[in-house]
Structures are given as structure tokens and as C-alpha cells.
């Protein structure tokens, strides 16, 4: 066949995820065909870290993946490693964060999801004020850039807590933080879906509060390729954009996509048994409010990574360092998608 400039440059790609439920749009797109509708092989590659995921993209072991928000921005500001430019030329999610403490401690302490996240906060601050004799809490989130920690720090603040002076603080794979729970070796955790609601319906964890009710509407995932690779593949990140587009169409036509998109995600290659405690694909329900499809999703928007920017410059201030905006709008400007889909 005669090569065109829409011609995807490869025909064979390796895209990364974590286990978590809006990874949904990369496993639709693959399961239903409009990767293959686009001209791409798309091999989906199961990584249980993000450091692990971040390294493999920066080496070109993985030709792009579903990453946390912050993370193309953090990498091309060379935070924890060397500085490898990296883009978000499409958002995969919104909300879908979970705020899970041990159950021992939400009925010690009296600690519960309400409407207002300040009051599980103040509930946890108050009997630790009470308890001065009680063990050390730790706390897990997900990565040090990530919105899991800067949620966790933000709601521990509520209660007039800080990390690091009053909860140690540790990072773990997602999957792994249900059985750390479990097992006694945290007390709580900051995580997507589905793994905070399996611990409450396991019965070792109570959701005290979420995302969305701290950070409304935050984005919460984003592919993520390398600038060099968007420079060298331009026509097959376009096809990606478009199948990932298509994907979300898909899922947002009828009820039975998103049960099929479920049964999908059950298959041992994605999350397994992780969501076999979930009657449907979880978008748009209260408390967490993930958004995982529908118009407007994917198109990146620089002005609502805005608490996440906040976020990171809180940390770059503290190395002696200023956020880079011009990087941020790089990061995630919406050339690519909005070229994809001639918009």
C-alpha cells in the first residue's frame, strides 16, 4: 500500500497502563478494533509502578502510556530523574481518587465519608490530639507526583495534620494497597479506582473522603509519549488520538458498551478479580464522580491542570526552583489533538 501523509509511521505499538479503571479508553480501543481501525497493532503492557512505567517510556521501551497527570510535566522538569520532555496530548480521566482508612481506625476514631471531606479530616485530627501515645499512622499514596499525594497531603491539612511532622508517608503500586491494608503494614491510602471501594467491600478499609470532593473535576490521567517520539511519529500519534477518541464515542452510547467495557476490564490481562465486586463501569457516580468519557474529555486543557501545577511549584520552591510555564503549556497544549481530529 501506497504510504500517505495519515499513514501511521509504525504499524506496531506498546502502550503501558497500571491496573485501574480509567485505563478503560486504551483497553476499549484495543478490545473493540479502533486501534485497528486506525492502521496500529496495539500491544497493551501490564506495569505494576509508576516509576516503572515512566522509565520504560523515557528509554522508548514503551511507545507512550497512561500516566498520572502530573507525571509528562514532572519528567520534562527532570523531577527524580533526568529531564526527558514528555507530552499529555490527551486526558483520560477525571476525579476517580479514593481516600481509604483501616476500618479499625475509621471506628476508633469516628472518621466517615460525609459531604464535607474536612470533617473526616478533623475526626482523624482529633483523636490522634487525644491519642499522643497512639503508633505512628502511615499512609500510602501512589507517587511522590501525583495528584494521590497532593490530595492526601491537602486532606490531612483539614484536619490540621502535616505529613512527614505527624503521618510517615510511603508510596506503593496500586495494586498492592488493598493487602498492605490488610495486612496491618499502612492505615490508610490515596488511590484510584477500583482499588479503594474493593477494600471497603473486602472490609479491611472505609472511604473517608475523594478527589472530587477536594479537587473538583481535577484531570487525573493522561497519555503520555516523549517529544522526541511525537516528533518522529506525528501520523501514528494522530491515529492513537483518533482511536482513543473513538473509544470514548463508544463508551458514551449506550449502557451496554460500558458493561461490555467492564467485562473487558475483568480479563486477567487488565485488572482481573479487582472488579469483579463492580456492577457497572463506575463514571459519574457520586463520591467519586469519575469521568471517563464524553465530550471534551480528552482534549488536554492547560488552565485545569491549575492545582496541579500549584502543587508542583510547592515542591520546586522547596529545591530552590521555579515551575517552568512555559514547559506546563508545552506539556499539555492541545495541538496534537486538536490536529488529530482537525479541530
Known amino acids: 500500500m501506497r504510504e500517505t501523509a495519515t499513514t501511521p509511521e509504525l504499524e506496531?505499538?506498546?502502550?503501558g497502563f497500571i491496573p485501574l479503571i480509567d485505563a478503560v479508553l486504551l483497553i476499549v480501543a484495543r478490545e473493540q478494533g479502533f486501534f485497528t481501525e486506525q492502521g496500529l497493532e496495539v500491544t497493551l503492557s501490564r506495569e505494576n509502578a509508576w516509576s516503572t512505567l515512566r522509565d520504560k517510556v523515557a528509554a522508548g521501551l514503551l511507545d507512550g502510556?497512561?500516566?498520572?497527570?502530573p507525571l509528562p510535566l514532572a519528567m520534562s522538569l527532570g523531577m527524580e530523574r533526568a529531564p526527558c520532555d514528555t507530552l499529555a496530548p490527551a486526558t483520560l480521566s477525571h476525579n476517580?481518587?479514593?481516600?481509604?482508612?483501616?476500618t479499625r481506625l475509621c471506628e476508633q476514631s469516628g472518621a466517615a465519608l460525609g459531604d464535607d471531606p474536612a470533617e473526616s479530616a478533623r475526626a482523624l485530627g482529633e483523636w490522634l490530639a487525644r491519642h499522643p501515645d497512639a503508633a505512628r499512622l502511615r499512609l500510602a499514596m501512589v507517587y511522590p507526583f501525583s495528584c494521590q499525594h497532593f490530595l492526601l497531603r491537602e486532606w490531612l491539612a483539614l484536619g490540621g495534620l502535616a505529613a512527614d511532622r505527624d503521618i510517615d508517608l510511603i508510596a506503593l503500586p496500586p495494586p498492592r494497597m488493598v493487602a498492605a491494608l490488610r495486612e496491618g503494614r499502612i492505615d490508610g491510602f490515596c488511590v484510584g479506582e477500583p482499588w479503594g471501594?474493593?477494600?471497603?467491600h473486602e472490609g479491611v478499609g472505609r472511604?473517608?473522603?475523594?478527589?472530587?470532593?477536594?479537587?473538583?473535576?481535577?484531570p487525573e490521567k493522561v497519555l503520555g509519549v516523549t517529544r522526541s517520539w511525537a516528533r518522529r511519529y506525528p501520523a501514528t500519534l494522530a491515529a492513537l488520538l483518533r482511536a482513543l477518541n473513538n473509544a470514548s464515542d463508544w463508551l458514551t452510547a449506550t449502557p451496554e458498551h460500558r458493561?461490555?467495557?467492564l467485562d473487558w476490564l475483568a480479563l486477567p490481562p487488565y485488572l482481573d478479580r479487582s472488579v469483579s465486586h463492580l456492577d457497572s463501569l463506575p463514571s459519574g457516580q457520586a463520591p467519586i464522580l469519575q469521568r471517563l468519557f464524553g465530550d471534551d474529555l480528552l482534549r488536554p486543557d492547560v488552565e485545569a491542570m491549575g492545582?496541579?501545577?500549584?502543587?508542583?511549584?510547592?515542591?520546586l520552591h522547596a529545591k530552590g526552583r521555579a515551575l517552568d510555564i512555559r514547559t506546563l503549556h508545552e506539556c499539555h497544549a492541545p495541538v496534537h489533538f486538536d490536529a488529530a481530529l482537525h479541530q
Open 12 to 15: 506496531r505499538l506498546t502502550l
Open 65 to 69: 502510556a497512561h500516566m498520572l497527570a
Open 96 to 102: 476517580g481518587n479514593t481516600l481509604v482508612l483501616a
Open 197 to 200: 471501594s474493593l477494600a471497603e
Open 207 to 218: 472511604l473517608v473522603a475523594s478527589g472530587a470532593q477536594l479537587w473538583p473535576d481535577h
Open 259 to 261: 458493561r461490555q467495557a
Open 307 to 315: 492545582r496541579i501545577a500549584e502543587a508542583l511549584q510547592r515542591h
